[in-house]
């Protein structure tokens, strides 16, 4: 080593400074720099990251609870109500709800079905008919008189009443799509409504359709119940009049009783190709 260099390392020393040479200092600069690509996760850059990946995970539990929210609908007894949609009108006429087009054609038959909700036999009739029945109150061929009964309830008010009840009060609105739909779930899950449902459950039924909420709640406190005793008791003596007994189903056609057919299976049949021409 020179002594021109000796002295300057002597005065480096001195001072405290270390020297690199130009090799060194280029790969600090190039060290710096991509030290500088490399960001820190608690920078603004990776607080952006981190925000985007809540978002997405947000999003995601929404979407997942508006699907069970969906399923749950579809699992509850107002998602379960049928919505057909029909082509005839509902009234109340005295004890009985009266159903027919407003384009009804001239000589079209009234049919009189007296039944209970809680009888296995209008159960499986209103399964052979119900298909028939609609079709012919929306072509305008068939006026349909329903007369509810509730003479299976043996030990006072019960099933037959409570349902009888909640199917008048909403006819009483004159729903006509409410009624039918109604009427056909609580016999074709006649089963299930007559051992597990009360009048909580008859009033969820009712809220499928376009409804008052005070017709639902009408039902849901058992006040409509009032009115399933009414045409229950008006129904049963109309019916011993006729027939000298109370019994279910029974049907009548332009005021005459029409015998009901079975099938192979024992189980009734459709009367309405008989009634219908």
Known sequence: MSEENKAETVRDTASGKVHEDKGQRA???????????????????????????????????????????QGSQKDSIEGKMPQQDVNFT???????VELASPNLKDGAPTVEIFEDFSCPHCAELNEADQGDVRQALNDGRLKVRYNLL?????????????????????????????????????????????????????????????????????????????????????NGDELTKRIQTVSSPVVFVDGKQYQIKAGPDGKPKSWVSDVVK
Do not use: C
């Not at 690509?37 to 947000?58: D, Q, T």
């Not at 509902?90 to 009985?96: F, R």
């Not at 006819?171 to 449902?197: C, I, P, R, S």
């Open 150 to 234: 509730t003479f299976m309830d043996r030990k006072g008010p019960d099933a037959s009443t409570r349902e009888a009840g909640a199917a008048m009060a909403v006819a009483k609105t004159g729903n006509a799509k409410a009624f039918w739909n109604l009427h056909d779930y609580l016999m074709e899950e006649q089963a299930t409504v007559v051992n597990q449902w009360g009048n909580e459950e008859l009033g969820k039924a009712a809220s499928a359709y376009d409804l008052d909420g005070s017709v639902v709640d009408s039902i849901k406190n058992s006040e409509a119940e009032k009115l399933g005793e009414e045409v229950g008791k008006a």
């Open 27 to 69: 790969g600090g600069v190039r060290d710096v720099r991509a030290s500088k690509k490399i960001k820190s996760p608690n920078k603004s850059g990776g607080r952006g990251f981190l925000w985007a990946v809540l978002a997405i995970i947000a999003i995601a539990a929404m979407v997942v609870a508006l699907l069970a929210w």
């Open 90 to 96: 509902a009234k109340v006429d005295g004890s009985a």
